[in-house]
């Protein structure tokens, strides 16, 4: 009986999916602060990752790659359109699709985005050895890469 207590309780901190969550709270937080006086917000910042890796994806590939809905997708590409980062071209060779560019603002902030993110993750990691900042890396990549396989 004593086990079937123990099996039954739930400890947030012991909790991968509690920590997870409260990990990611404070990064975006802390990337929100740096990222802010460059008028971008961590909404749209994912995106522009993918965006500043390959220019002119569709937002489909989007959704594909940031593991995110549909709805929010459009959502985020409205905001960045407003905001000056992004335009919509019709594809050349499919008119029916979207191929989601770059402004040259978007494509000006890039370094000084990444620097902000670098330091944040730097920050972030300081508790960590360099051994243990690799190990914990590639341990979230592990489980990031089994849960799609699952999915």
């Not at 594909?64 to 709805?71: F, T």
């Not at 929010?72 to 008119?95: Q, W």
Request: no cysteine.
């Amino acid at each position: 009986m004593q086990l079937l207590l123990v099996l039954m309780t739930f400890f947030k901190d012991l909790s991968a999916g509690y920590l997870t969550n409260h990990l990611a709270r404070l990064l975006e937080r802390g990337l929100a602060a740096r990222i802010r006086p460059l008028g971008l917000t961590t909404g749209t910042f994912p995106a522009l990752l993918e965006l500043w890796e390959n220019d002119g994806l569709t937002q489909k590939q989007l959704v594909e790659r940031l593991d995110i809905e549909q709805a929010t997708m459009a959502n985020t590409l409205s905001r960045m359109e407003r905001d000056g980062l992004i335009r919509r071209e019709k594809d050349p060779g499919d008119g029916r699709v979207q191929r989601i560019r770059l402004t040259e603002r978007a494509r000006a902030l890039r370094d000084p985005a990444i620097a902000a993110a670098t330091a944040e993750n730097e920050d972030a990691l300081l508790a960590l050895s360099d051994e243990e900042s690799a190990e914990f890396i590639s341990l979230m990549q592990k489980i990031i890469a089994a849960r799609k396989r699952q999915s």
